[in-house]
């Protein structure tokens, strides 16, 4: 069987940041004193800095010549720990390493800087293998000079290509991940080429030649102006006070966790949930991702905007686990992700059903990650935007309809072995937060069963009783 590799060479973005805690254990280890110069990648941006990148790299392995191996060893699994534990990055990149892992790839650090710095970074994300520069070693110490090439140019794309050879790897399924325009010719190397945190030469050339880009610490698409999301410029915007034609009754935000991973899961009854959602989101003071159905995002520009502040498109009618193994992958990197577990609006009288039906995703994502399930109950989102109109209500007066949104506290009970018991647990909390009247059977009138019908319907509305948004969702879950 061939091998798939993710390859990482990030030097700029991951390594050279690790820099200065190497050089504080390497002091601290009394194995040099003043100055330590150990060839790191640092900030390469230019060719001229990587062709500088062999003699520096020399001339730190011959500043090396006495040093003890063990020693040296101790002092980089000490500063490894020390810059995984500060840098943002190395959480999201761990994520992305387990991610690939998870799908029997077989993931590889490949650097300029001195191998025995780097394999202790490397084993502290979870990289199966390492590509470096060596040093030479005998008798436990090092001799000063190096056991191979410096791995800078034409030399790194060698190694990479002699290690995938060695493991008869397939390029054409393996995945590369370069951050630095120099090392661009990595990206060649592979059938699946990510620029990371591109400068804009970087940039330039993998909008030429079609190549994804992606944050190193966002989903792929995300977009960043001066170092910050989108999702962070606009927060401020998302207030109450802005949505004048619509009165908003918030409660229980504090139940969503100020940080690591959580799943917030809310029924959904109207286009306009995903902007009460984005209010909550906001007065939590987090940035979240959300899973949207595929007609969002191919819509022209709402689906730009959905991919650039980190929405992950979900196609149903494909049945790929894809779109839940990039919300783990997220979860894993401590974030919040939002889910509608219905899939989408129900229509006709399955609209006015007390029970909720639900799909596995929420459960599944909770026992993929073990991340907390917190569930907000909608109510009165329809009333502004009913599923038979095209644009929302937007005229303000005293009339306003009144939107309300309770988070509860995270669901207990969840097994992660059992998704029908699992989703049945999640969607009772839901239910349990909204309105007494939610859980009333009653008729519906005529006008109130048009508005739960996409504007030029023509199915069979005896039929909608009964429509599940998925093949995972015959599950008919009643409130507590």
């Given at each position: 069987?061939?091998?798939?590799?993710?390859?990482?060479d990030?030097d700029?973005?991951?390594?050279?940041?690790?820099?200065p805690?190497?050089?504080?254990?390497?002091?601290r280890?009394e194995?040099?004193?003043?100055?330590?110069?150990?060839?790191?990648?640092?900030?390469?941006?230019t060719l001229a800095?990587?062709?500088?990148?062999g003699?520096?790299?020399?001339h730190?392995?011959?500043?090396?010549?006495?040093?003890?191996?063990?020693?040296?060893?101790?002092?980089?699994?000490?500063?490894?720990?020390?810059?995984?534990?500060?840098s943002?990055?190395?959480?999201?990149?761990?994520?992305?390493?387990?991610?690939?892992?998870?799908?029997?790839m077989?993931?590889?650090?490949?650097?300029?800087?001195?191998?025995?710095?780097?394999?202790?970074l490397?084993?502290?994300?979870?990289?199966?293998?390492?590509?470096?520069?060596?040093?030479?070693?005998?008798?436990?110490?090092?001799?000063g000079g190096?056991?191979g090439?410096?791995l800078?140019g034409?030399a790194?794309?060698?190694?990479?290509?002699?290690?995938?050879?060695?493991?008869?790897?397939?390029?054409?399924?393996?995945?590369?991940?370069v951050?630095a325009?120099?090392?661009?010719?990595?990206?060649?190397e592979v059938?699946h080429?990510?620029?990371?945190?591109?400068d804009l030469?970087?940039?330039?050339?993998?909008?030429?030649?079609?190549w994804?880009?992606?944050?190193?610490?966002a989903?792929?698409?995300v977009?960043?102006?001066?170092?910050?999301?989108?999702?962070?410029?606009?927060?401020?915007?998302?207030r109450p006070?802005?949505?004048?034609?619509?009165?908003?009754?918030?409660?229980?935000?504090?139940?969503?966790?100020?940080?690591g991973p959580?799943?917030?899961?809310?029924?959904?009854?109207s286009?306009f949930?995903?902007?009460?959602?984005?209010?909550?989101?906001?007065?939590?003071?987090?940035?979240?991702r959300?899973?949207?159905?595929?007609?969002?995002?191919?819509?022209?520009?709402?689906?730009?905007?959905?991919?650039?502040?980190?929405?992950?498109r979900v196609?149903?009618?494909?049945?790929?686990s894809?779109?839940?193994?990039?919300?783990?992958?997220?979860?894993?990197?401590?974030?919040l992700?939002t889910?509608?577990?219905?899939?989408?609006?129900?229509?006709?009288p399955?609209?006015?059903?007390?029970?909720?039906?639900g799909?596995?995703?929420?459960a599944?994502?909770?026992?993929?990650?073990?991340?907390p399930?917190?569930?907000?109950g909608?109510?009165?989102?329809?009333?502004?935007?009913?599923r038979?109109?095209?644009?929302?209500?937007?005229?303000?007066?005293?009339?306003?309809?009144l939107?309300?949104?309770?988070?509860?506290?995270?669901?207990e009970?969840?097994?992660?072995?059992?998704?029908?018991?699992?989703?049945?647990?999640?969607l009772?909390?839901v239910s349990?937060?909204?309105?007494?009247?939610?859980?009333?059977?009653?008729?519906p009138?005529?006008?109130?069963?048009?508005?739960?019908?996409?504007?030029g319907?023509g199915?069979?509305?005896?039929?909608?009783?009964?429509?599940?948004?998925?093949?995972?969702?015959?599950?008919?879950?009643?409130?507590?």
């Amino acid at each position: 069987m061939r091998t798939i590799a993710a390859i990482f060479d990030l030097d700029r973005t991951f390594v050279g940041p690790a820099e200065p805690h190497v050089a504080r254990m390497v002091r601290r280890a009394e194995l040099v004193d003043g100055p330590v110069t150990l060839g790191w990648p640092g900030s390469f941006a230019t060719l001229a800095h990587v062709w500088a990148g062999g003699p520096r790299a020399r001339h730190a392995a011959s500043r090396a010549q006495g040093w003890s191996v063990a020693a040296v060893a101790a002092a980089a699994a000490e500063a490894a720990e020390a810059a995984v534990a500060t840098s943002p990055e190395a959480t999201h990149l761990a994520a992305l390493v387990d991610a690939h892992r998870s799908r029997g790839m077989v993931t590889v650090l490949v650097s300029s800087a001195p191998e025995p710095f780097i394999a202790p970074l490397a084993r502290a994300v979870g990289f199966d293998e390492v590509l470096a520069t060596p040093w030479e070693v005998e008798d436990g110490r090092f001799t000063g000079g190096l056991a191979g090439d410096v791995l800078v140019g034409h030399a790194k794309v060698r190694a990479i290509r002699d290690w995938m050879r060695a493991h008869r790897a397939h390029r054409r399924s393996s995945y590369a991940y370069v951050d630095a325009y120099p090392d661009a010719a990595v990206l060649a190397e592979v059938g699946h080429p990510v620029a990371v945190e591109p400068d804009l030469a970087m940039r330039n050339l993998a909008t030429l030649r079609g190549w994804e880009t992606r944050p190193l610490d966002a989903p792929p698409g995300v977009i960043k102006v001066g170092g910050r999301e989108l999702q962070d410029w606009l927060r401020p915007f998302s207030r109450p006070e802005l949505f004048p034609y619509a009165r908003f009754d918030i409660a229980g935000v504090e139940h969503v966790p100020a940080s690591g991973p959580a799943i917030l899961v809310f029924n959904h009854r109207s286009y306009f949930d995903a902007m009460v959602v984005n209010l909550v989101v906001a007065a939590s003071g987090r940035r979240a991702r959300f899973l949207g159905k595929r007609e969002v995002f191919d819509a022209p520009v709402v689906g730009t905007f959905a991919r650039a502040v980190g929405g992950i498109r979900v196609d149903r009618a494909s049945g790929s686990s894809e779109p839940l193994e990039r919300a783990a992958e997220a979860l894993r990197a401590g974030e919040l992700i939002t889910i509608a577990p219905q899939g989408t609006i129900p229509r006709g009288p399955a609209f006015f059903e007390p029970r909720l039906r639900g799909r596995w995703g929420a459960a599944r994502l909770a026992a993929m990650s073990g991340a907390p399930v917190v569930p907000l109950g909608l109510w009165g989102t329809e009333r502004v935007w009913p599923r038979n109109a095209r644009t929302p209500n937007i005229v303000p007066g005293p009339d306003r309809p009144l939107v309300r949104a309770r988070v509860g506290p995270p669901v207990e009970g969840l097994t992660g072995d059992d998704p029908d018991r699992d989703t049945t647990l999640i969607l009772d909390a839901v239910s349990e937060l909204l309105p007494p009247e939610a859980r009333e059977h009653r008729q519906p009138t005529a006008d109130e069963l048009a508005a739960t019908y996409p504007p030029g319907y023509g199915g069979d509305p005896t039929l909608e009783a009964d429509r599940r948004p998925g093949t995972d969702t015959t599950l008919e879950v009643r409130p507590t």
